[in-house]
């Protein structure tokens, strides 16, 4: 039990004591990798959300439900546009603030 203990609290500052030992200092501020963040969205999670709203459409269009599969598809259609529209305005918002205000 102890010695559990003592691992957990060793394993918990390891890190610290790396970085000291490293000269790092703890001061230092962190940052968030966005970019990766949105290519690890672009990348990994986007084509599996599609994947799966294509089986769904596919399951039911060989149920015979086709008019449901269009206007799921027309939502989904819809909904990537909106997503893209948001996405270009993070990149574009700036200069368009700009172009408005000077």
Same mark, same amino acid.
């Given at each position: 039990?102890? $010695? &559990?203990e %003592?691992?957990? @609290?060793?394993?918990?500052? *390891? /890190?610290?004591?790396?970085?000291?030992?490293?000269?790092?200092?703890a001061?230092?501020?962190?940052t968030?990798?966005?970019?990766?963040?949105?290519?690890f969205?672009?990348?990994k999670?986007a084509?599996?959300? $599609? &994947?799966? %709203?294509?089986? @769904?459409?596919?399951?039911? *269009? /060989?149920?015979?439900?086709?008019?449901?599969?269009?206007?799921?598809?027309?939502?989904?259609?819809i909904?990537l546009v909106f997503?893209?529209g948001?996405?270009?305005?993070?990149?574009?918002?700036?200069?368009?603030?700009?172009?408005a205000?000077?």
């Open positions: 039990m102890i $010695l &559990a %003592l691992s957990q @609290i060793v394993a918990a500052h *390891a /890190g610290h004591a790396i970085a000291v030992i490293a000269g790092s200092t001061d230092e501020p962190k968030i990798n966005t970019d990766g963040i949105l290519s969205l672009a990348t999670i084509p599996i959300l $599609l &994947a799966v %709203l294509g089986v @769904i459409f596919i399951g039911r *269009a /060989g149920k015979g439900e086709v008019s449901r599969v269009l206007t799921s598809s027309a939502i989904a259609i909904g997503i893209a948001a996405v270009s305005l993070l990149f574009l918002g700036d200069s368009l603030v700009q172009l205000f000077k």
